[in-house]
């Protein structure tokens, strides 16, 4: 306590000499432009009136005696010591990576809905709009990056990641979430100047453990998906053949069609051809008939000529056979009295002579039969002609 004491009363001692001093050399005016001489030399020394800025900057003046800003484009710009201060702010695309937040085992690791840590590599790529800094010029920090990229961007990843679960995280909802997030920190930094160009999620870290089941999960599902696929492109082989013979139906379908609407037109055209060709076949048939007619008339008439000349004919011949057979019957008439008067003749001579038939006889079988002729008396004769007298 005596220690503070004496410190305190050493502190007051140095200031009351340093006051005394200073009364002492601002007493008189040549000492006071002395003293600002000093002071400006010294500012000039330690900070430059010229300063310049590099391309790929843009930089704000700032006046702390007005608290105006302006903004210097670049090149050298002029700053008067102790009233003026320039802020530098880069135009090129910048990038932020949260290192802390990377592994499920860092300092700050992100959680999920289920509760688990897990960390999440985030690559945001940034810029300053150069058409809004000089608005925005009053507002903007010295470091960009880490008094307002850092906390926006952890808390839109904080509070983005926290509403989905680890497997979404780590598979299906990862592009969802990465939209997301992206939309979110181009609308919180707009108003700051910040356009936020693209965000990327890289490798999300999970612990040991819950990787590993999570591994197995995957696979599981991966099978699962495998034996799925196979179905769908057995189905989808089913479906192809159900559709090509379908294709091969209606091919044939069209086929017929086609061989149907050929035949429908080949009928057509024999249709119209039959039309053309018909009056030619009236015409020939009405020829046929009146060529049949004639000769049918000519068959009439030949038959008639043939009738009437057989008329004719078997009247000449009836004529000629009635002359025959009336020479026939005069013949005979006169054969037969000739034939009469003979066999008069000859029945007298056989009266009177009684071996003439016995000599006919032997005259028709003198060819066959020696005959001999005996007298009635002898006794050949009596021996041929015995049997017959009794």
Same mark, same amino acid.
């Given at each position: =306590?005596?220690?503070?004491?004496?410190?305190?009363?050493?502190?007051?001692? /140095?200031?009351?000499? !340093?006051?005394?001093?200073?009364?002492?050399?601002?007493? $008189?005016?040549?000492?006071? !432009?002395?003293?600002c001489a000093v002071l400006l030399g010294a500012g000039c020394a330690l900070?430059?009136?010229? %300063? +310049?800025? #590099? *391309?790929?900057?843009?930089?704000?003046?700032?006046?702390?005696?007005?608290?105006? @800003?302006?903004?210097?484009?670049?090149?050298?710009?002029?700053?008067?010591?102790?009233?003026? #201060?320039?802020?530098?702010?880069?135009?090129?695309?910048?990038?932020?990576?949260?290192?802390?937040?990377?592994?499920?085992?860092? %300092?700050?690791?992100?959680?999920?809905?289920?509760?688990? #840590?897990?960390?999440?590599?985030? @690559?945001?790529?940034?810029?300053?709009?150069?058409?809004?800094?000089? /608005?925005?010029?009053?507002?903007?920090?010295? &470091?960009?990056?880490?008094?307002?990229?850092?906390?926006? !961007?952890?808390? $839109?990843?904080?509070?983005?990641? +926290?509403?989905?679960?680890?497997?979404?995280?780590?598979? +299906?909802?990862?592009?969802?979430?990465?939209?997301?997030?992206?939309?979110?920190?181009?609308?919180?930094?707009?108003?700051?100047?910040?356009?936020?160009?693209?965000?990327?999620?890289?490798?999300?870290?999970?612990?040991?453990?819950?990787?590993?089941?999570?591994?197995? =999960?995957?696979? %599981?599902?991966l099978q699962t998906e495998k034996v799925r696929f196979t179905l769908e492109?057995?189905?989808? /082989?089913?479906? %192809?053949?159900?559709?090509?013979?379908?294709?091969?139906?209606?091919?044939?379908?069209?086929?017929?069609?086609?061989?149907?609407?050929?035949?429908?037109?080949?009928?057509?055209?024999?249709?119209?051809? =039959?039309?053309?060709?018909? *009056?030619?076949?009236?015409?020939?048939?009405?020829?046929?008939?009146?060529?049949?007619?004639?000769?049918?008339?000519?068959?009439?008439?030949?038959?008639?000529?043939?009738?009437?000349?057989?008329?004719?004919? #078997?009247?000449?011949?009836?004529?000629?056979?009635?002359?025959?057979?009336? /020479?026939?019957?005069?013949?005979?008439?006169?054969?037969?009295?000739?034939?009469? &008067?003979?066999?008069?003749? &000859?029945?007298?001579?056989?009266?009177?002579?009684?071996?003439?038939?016995?000599?006919? =006889?032997?005259?028709?079988? +003198? &060819?066959?039969?020696?005959?001999?002729?005996?007298?009635?008396?002898?006794?050949?004769?009596?021996?041929?002609?015995?049997?017959?007298?009794?």
């Amino acid at each position: =306590m005596e220690r503070f004491r004496r410190a305190g009363a050493f502190v007051r001692t /140095a200031a009351s000499s !340093v006051l005394l001093v200073a009364v002492e050399v601002f007493a $008189v005016p040549w000492r006071r !432009v002395a003293v600002c001489a000093v002071l400006l030399g010294a500012g000039c020394a330690l900070k430059p009136q010229l %300063e +310049s800025v #590099s *391309p790929g900057e843009v930089g704000v003046r700032v006046n702390h005696l007005t608290g105006g @800003t302006s903004v210097v484009r670049e090149g050298p710009t002029l700053l008067v010591p102790f009233v003026h #201060s320039l802020r530098r702010y880069a135009l090129r695309d910048q990038v932020y990576r949260p290192q802390r937040s990377a592994k499920a085992g860092g %300092e700050a690791p992100f959680q999920s809905v289920e509760g688990l #840590s897990l960390g999440v590599e985030v @690559t945001v790529r940034y810029a300053l709009d150069p058409d809004r800094i000089a /608005a925005i010029a009053r507002r903007l920090p010295q &470091d960009v990056g880490r008094d307002l990229i850092e906390p926006v !961007v952890d808390g $839109v990843l904080y509070r983005s990641l +926290s509403g989905y679960t680890v497997r979404e995280i780590f598979t +299906s909802k990862r592009v969802e979430l990465q939209k997301k997030v992206e939309d979110e920190l181009r609308a919180a930094l707009a108003p700051d100047g910040v356009i936020v160009r693209a965000l990327f999620l890289g490798n999300v870290d999970l612990p040991h453990e819950y990787r590993r089941g999570l591994e197995g =999960m995957l696979a %599981e599902e991966l099978q699962t998906e495998k034996v799925r696929f196979t179905l769908e492109l057995k189905e989808k /082989a089913v479906e %192809e053949a159900r559709l090509d013979a379908e294709a091969r139906k209606v091919a044939r379908g069209k086929a017929a069609e086609a061989a149907a609407l050929e035949e429908v037109i080949a009928a057509k055209g024999k249709a119209d051809a =039959m039309r053309h060709v018909l *009056p030619f076949k009236r015409k020939e048939i009405e020829q046929r008939r009146l060529e049949a007619e004639a000769r049918k008339v000519a068959r009439t008439k030949d038959a008639e000529g043939e009738a009437e000349a057989r008329k004719i004919e #078997s009247a000449a011949e009836a004529d000629a056979r009635r002359k025959l057979a009336d /020479a026939d019957a005069y013949r005979l008439e006169v054969t037969g009295k000739a034939d009469s &008067d003979k066999l008069a003749r &000859d029945s007298q001579l056989i009266a009177q002579n009684p071996l003439l038939i016995q000599k006919a =006889m032997a005259d028709k079988l +003198s &060819d066959k039969v020696q005959v001999i002729v005996a007298p009635e008396g002898s006794m050949l004769g009596e021996t041929l002609l015995g049997a017959r007298r009794k």
